[in-house]
């Protein structure tokens, strides 16, 4: 695996590469690598000649006092990761590299974006936008791989592609989690030993509405209280930022199931945001 740090050489590699036929693949992560990340790095692995991975912790996505700082950076054990999975190349950019001090354009959806987690971190998607075309220019991919995880953000980057006229596809890719269920992210790190007991209560409680839905209840205000209700009860200083189900591709909130939908939570334990989700079918008998 070839570690690169500047634009120019990687594509200087990338021209080579396609020159030679070659399929790229690419996944963009902030680091602090863990299985979710690794299992698009599979994914690309398998589908792809030539993978590209990048680890930048992108400034532009924080907003102000977020944890941008403390973001955890394990570089070292990182690489080890990424040689196992036989990656091709790492592309580790500095801030300095990415972001030129006199750039004055930015990549801003204005839809999607405005919703759910958008709400509560509304520079947030600007800066993801920003710095995902910037990689797509860069890496130019032929396919492009991104979690379930953030599916709001899948979304708004296949928005993206199709708006802006990217060639690169977009793989979404399953939901990794812990043997709680609790959905693996880098953020995880910052839960104590009573918080990350407490963090399951997320994945169960929509665990438990998508039984409800497989039941027959379709209606989604009685749905989003069970799952208020569940993590108040099972978790009782944990804060919900929000919890919505909505059209799997627009992102509007629904009021009965009766087509594909996506169920997403953010919830706060301590200082910590995590976010999940479930997709859900249409139900099968009505009440
Ligand atoms: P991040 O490093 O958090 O920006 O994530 C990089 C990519 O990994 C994004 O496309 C995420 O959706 C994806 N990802 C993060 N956590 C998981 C997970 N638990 N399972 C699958 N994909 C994930």
Not at 175 to 183: H, P, T, W, Y
Not at 224 to 240: E, M
Request: hydrophobic share 35%; aromatic share 8%; net charge positive.
């Amino acid at each position: 695996m070839k570690v690169i740090k500047t634009i120019n050489s990687l594509k200087k590699i990338i021209k080579k590469q396609k020159q030679k036929g070659e399929i790229i693949g690419f996944v963009p992560t902030m680091g602090a690598l863990h299985k979710g990340h690794i299992s698009l790095v599979k994914a690309a692995r398998k589908k792809t000649d030539f993978v590209v991975v990048s680890i930048f912790v992108n400034p532009t996505q924080f907003g102000k006092g977020e944890d941008f700082s403390k973001y955890p950076r394990t570089i070292n054990f990182d690489k080890k990761l990424l040689i196992k999975e036989k990656v091709d190349i790492l592309f580790l950019p500095s801030n300095e590299e990415m972001y030129k001090k006199d750039a004055s354009v930015f990549v801003d959806e204005s839809f999607l974006s405005k919703k759910l987690c958008g709400k509560s971190r509304p520079s947030h998607f600007k800066g993801v936008c920003t710095v995902v075309c910037k990689f797509f220019n860069i890496v130019e991919p032929d396919i492009s791989y991104f979690g379930q995880k953030d599916y709001q953000q899948a979304c708004i980057v296949k928005n993206m592609v199709k708006s802006l006229n990217f060639s690169t596809l977009i793989k979404l890719c399953p939901i990794v989690r812990e043997s709680d269920g609790l959905a693996m992210s880098s953020r995880n790190k910052y839960l104590n030993k009573k918080q990350r007991k407490q963090a399951a209560c997320l994945s169960s409680a929509l665990k438990q509405v998508k039984k409800l839905i497989k039941t027959g209840e379709n209606d989604t205000k009685r749905l989003k209280s069970f799952i208020k209700n569940f993590i108040s009860k099972t978790s009782p200083s944990a804060r919900i930022d929000y919890v919505d189900i909505v059209d799997c591709n627009s992102l509007e909130s629904v009021k009965k199931i009766d087509k594909k939908a996506v169920i997403l939570a953010a919830v706060f334990f301590g200082k910590t945001r995590l976010i999940d989700n479930e997709i859900v079918l249409t139900t099968k008998r009505r009440r």
